[in-house]
């Protein structure tokens, strides 16, 4: 029943997905393109239903039943309507047979790694999992798990980033909730996740080209960090731990949720905006409020591709209003609910909303030494074996962001496909793609530049726990996106 | 064009990618699809710095130690030695025969007879009841149940929740303390260490979740690692022990070593006492902080047991 649970978590969500999907005829796409897109959307269908129903006081024992009865029944009329009313058909997908093939090698690895190993990293663990059967054991978080770490005489509750999103721990509940928690099998909604953001990316180059939306899918697939970070920087090593340790990226992690759906997002919002679908708006606006629903970087993401779209919207030719404000209404209504839960829940740490004022990033522009690693002498656990006194932190947040961009390990040629998609969208402004993708994709790096010039963390132990690609990763979709429809060969006038 | 190219120059990332796949799923299925300590490798013996702390747990008129390993310890055998310490050295086989009237075993190699072995007949030979462990490998169950206190002296590169005694504590709370149930974590001396690895209550939360585990200011103490650091000087500053009666029980639950100074079990304050009341703690969990994890250092007792002894 446990494993039988946990895998219901995926014809659920395609079921949900699809409904929100618009018709083929108005949205062409392939299968793989539309099962991709759809099981995404399910997901961020359940992650937002989810946290509306902690807000509401709802048991989260309802919201899976509810989400299960809504999702099979979907697939169930879809099935029926298939026969009666058949939409227009799919796509071919049109990839030869070895790129196929190596898509479902990278899709299953993937899968098989994510489901290998029960949780087995900190985040996973005490960030999201200790929440994720909080929401299992007590159907809120709302409670004094959570809210009663100011207990009487200073005795209070334990948590980690008590004021994370529920995206994560909500997905892993409902995982959970048919046969009990298993360390391992939360972990099923994750599963597909790296095989999905290829199907995505291509979904939102197809109106580009077929060949746009294969390379665009392609880049974003054998890109090590969807996976695993730095690569073979010690073969030896690297293989040796393959599936453990934090450079993994797999598993019940945020940072992939919040990439694949955050890409999920600009690819409909792309579409919308050519085919005029405010459904496909509507339905880019939840892949986004999905995508904060998974980590807190995911809302500020959100803002950025809706300033984005203020800023394209400034020059000629202007997107349709409609369709843009059907995806962030849709967005925004969709987000609500999770901030009136943050609002109830303690910030103990990280409160960058506050930190990040004009003043503090002059300050530390203007030459702010970096932080002092561990008071007197505690030791050495997480020293980087590199002396940070006289250091500035401009410096070493340029130098890391430096070196990230041309780590051919980590990132192969995306991020500098990226960069040079920015250079050619410059040069094509008028195109209303191109420019929004890099605006997202510059204002994205612009925004995490700024995120860790101001943190309270000592930067050099974050860049050792993998900071900044942890965070870059989120932008690897708009960076498929942008890339390949940049170099894509442009049809002829 | 100039988009196959970029393709497929992406495209020999893949090669890697799959191989680094093939490699985690295959050493996943031969671990039984559990993580495994070994594979997380090991850091270099610290042989120089292992020197003051074996020193300080032999008697001041020197001592003899055995050593159990090959390989590059030179600074440790001659350190030893220049202060008059008797060094035996065993590179190979079962190390009882040699440890006969020995003060301190240290296991300086990860060889499987070394860090497995029959602790019970080495409890039997050795003269004092210590055994430095520089590989961070050893099973530190098996030498506390045969009555010998292992110190870990290393970085372990595992996860702190895969460590067999914290396994083992977690599963023996399980099955004692009930799921609705409330507990009062109190530690019973001072943190010596600011090290991120003492911070043992952000995993037994996790692991004994849905039971309540409570912990003074934990606002601090499940922060970042400089609100944890403003935490240990916190607690040590409000040192709840002071004033506290230490008793050594008889029947504690999981570690053998009875009489070591390592024993958590103390009365608590009246404001400890008052806020396991308020909060509804049936339990009391006591802990002497250390960056390892070891039986010995930590106790579970019902609240109504450790009130009688503030009484």
Not at chain 1, 160 to 187: C, F, I, K, M
Not at chain 1, 392 to 407: C, I, N, P, S, W
Not at chain 2, 231 to 255: C, F, H, M, Q, S
Request: proline share 7%; hydrophobic share 55%; net charge neutral.
């Amino acid at each position: 029943m446990t494993v039988f649970g946990a895998l219901l978590f995926w014809p659920v969500a395609w079921g949900l997905g699809r409904m929100l999907l618009p018709a083929r005829a108005l949205l062409p796409r392939s299968l793989w393109e539309e099962a991709c897109a759809a099981s995404l959307l399910g997901a961020a269908l359940i992650a937002v239903i989810g946290t509306a129903g902690v807000a509401a006081r709802v048991p989260f024992a309802a919201i899976h039943g509810l989400t299960s009865f809504a999702g099979l029944a979907a697939c169930g009329w879809l099935a029926w309507r298939r026969r009666r009313a058949p939409d227009a058909p799919w796509l071919p997908l049109g990839w030869p047979l070895p790129l196929a093939l190596l898509l479902g090698a990278l899709a299953l690895g993937a899968a098989g790694l994510t489901l290998a190993m029960p949780l087995n990293e900190t985040d996973p663990l005490l960030h999201f999992g200790y929440r994720g059967k909080i929401i299992h054991y007590h159907s809120t978080v709302l409670n004094d798990a959570l809210l009663g770490m100011h207990g009487p005489l200073d005795y209070g509750r334990i948590a980690t980033h008590p004021n994370y999103p529920l995206g994560v721990p909500l997905l892993e509940a409902w995982a959970a909730q048919l046969g009990g928690w298993s360390d391992r099998w939360v972990q099923a909604p994750f599963a597909w996740l790296a095989a999905c953001l290829p199907g995505a990316v291509a979904l939102g180059l197809r109106g580009v080209s077929p060949a746009a939306a294969r390379g665009g899918a392609l880049l974003a697939a054998c890109t090590p960090m969807i996976y695993v970070a730095n690569l073979y920087a010690d073969p030896a090593q690297d293989l040796a731990r393959a599936g453990m340790g934090g450079a993994m990226n797999l598993g019940g992690g945020g940072d992939l949720p919040l990439a694949v759906l955050f890409a999920l997002g600009c690819a409909l919002l792309l579409r919308a905006h050519a085919s005029g679908s405010l459904r496909a708006a509507a339905a880019a606006g939840l892949a986004f409020a999905g995508g904060a629903m998974m980590k807190n970087e995911g809302l500020a993401l959100a803002g950025v591709a809706f300033l984005a779209t203020l800023l394209a919207a400034a020059l000629p030719p202007r997107p349709r209003l409609r369709v843009a404000a059907a995806c962030w209404l849709t967005a925004a209504l969709c987000i609500a609910p999770w901030l009136l839960v943050r609002a109830q829940l303690p910030a103990i740490d990280e409160n960058y909303g506050a930190q990040l004022s004009a003043a503090r990033v002059l300050e530390v522009l203007g030459g702010m030494e970096e932080l002092p690693h561990m008071p007197g002498d505690a030791g050495d656990e997480g020293a980087t074996g590199v002396s940070t006194a006289g250091l500035l932190r401009r410096d070493l947040v340029a130098r890391a962001f430096g070196e990230e961009l041309v780590d051919l390990r980590t990132w192969g040629l995306l991020w500098l496909a990226a960069l040079a998609g920015m250079i050619l969208a410059l040069r094509r402004w008028r195109d209303p793609q191109l420019r929004w993708l890099a605006l997202v994709v510059g204002g994205g790096l612009l925004l995490y530049a700024l995120i860790l010039l101001v943190t309270p963390w000592h930067f050099p132990s974050l860049r050792e726990k993998g900071i900044p690609e942890r965070l870059m990763i989120h932008l690897a979709g708009p960076c498929a996106l942008l890339a390949a429809a940049a170099f894509a060969p442009r049809p002829k006038p | 064009m100039a988009l196959a190219w970029l393709v497929r120059a992406q495209m020999v990332c893949a090669a890697g990618i799959l191989i680094w796949m093939a490699a985690g799923l295959g050493a996943a299925a031969r671990d039984g699809f559990e993580p495994g300590r070994e594979r997380y490798g090991q850091l270099p013996v610290d042989a120089a710095g292992a020197v003051a702390p074996i020193l300080s747990r032999l008697p001041p008129s020197g001592g003899r130690v055995l050593i159990l390993g090959a390989g590059e310890l030179a600074p440790l055998i001659e350190g030893l030695e220049a202060t008059g310490v008797e060094v035996r050295r065993l590179t190979t086989g079962d190390p009882a025969p040699a440890a006969s009237g020995v003060d301190v075993l240290v296991v300086a190699e990860a060889r499987p007879e070394f860090l497995r072995p029959d602790f019970a007949r080495l409890a039997g030979v050795l003269r004092g009841k210590i055994v430095f462990d520089l590989t961070t490998f050893a099973d530190e169950g098996a030498a506390d149940a045969a009555g010998l206190e292992m110190v870990v002296y290393g970085r372990p590169q595992w996860p702190a929740w895969l460590d067999p005694e914290y396994r083992a504590f977690v599963e023996h709370v399980r099955a004692r303390v009930p799921e609705d149930a409330a507990i009062l974590l109190v530690p019973s001396t001072a943190y010596l260490s600011v090290l991120p690895r003492s911070r043992w209550f952000l995993h037994l939360n996790y692991a004994l979740s849905p039971r309540r585990l409570h912990l003074w200011r934990p606002e601090l103490a499940s922060g970042y690692v400089m609100q944890y650091f403003s935490w240990v000087e916190a607690v040590n500053a409000a040192a709840p022990w002071t004033g506290a009666k230490y008793v050594r029980i008889k029947d504690r639950a999981l570690t053998r070593l009875l009489e070591s100074e390592s024993a958590p079990t103390r009365s608590l304050s009246a404001v400890e006492i008052e806020a396991a009341r308020r909060i509804g703690a049936e339990w009391v969990l006591l802990f002497n902080p250390n960056t390892g994890f070891r039986l010995v250092d930590w106790e579970l007792l019902p609240l109504d047991r450790v009130r009688r002894w503030s009484e």
